[in-house]
């Protein structure tokens, strides 16, 4: 994960137990109002009610949840998904980037 250390978006990871493994610097940045380096928590105790209960969901039935989000004026695109190792569970991991307001859409 090294050579992600310092990537221009938000990525963590969380074991088959919600146990946050690895943050790269961004994801660190970001979450710095919580503590910065998360590593160690449980996802479920950095969320609300709501979030908990989608969790619990995406764990379960193994599915990815993408959305977008707009928070200070920035929007962002959230991209949850599973990670297996060798055909294993192994837990989530979530990607965060920033979208610019003139990025264009095609159709193709």
Not at 23 to 43: C, H, I, P, Q
Not at 82 to 88: H, S
């Amino acid at each position: 994960m090294k050579k992600l250390e310092k990537a221009p978006f938000a990525l963590t990871f969380a074991d088959k137990n919600c146990r946050i493994e690895w943050m790269n610097e961004k994801a660190k940045s970001v979450f710095s109002k919580y503590g910065n380096d998360l590593t160690g928590k449980n996802l479920k105790d950095c969320h609300n009610a709501l979030s908990k209960e989608k969790i619990d969901d995406m764990y379960s039935k193994k599915t990815i949840n993408a959305y977008t989000i707009e928070k200070n004026g920035i929007k962002k695109l959230i991209y949850q998904f599973p990670v297996y190792d060798e055909n294993e569970f192994a837990g989530y991991g979530e990607l965060s980037l920033e979208i610019p307001d003139d990025m264009p859409h095609f159709k193709r």
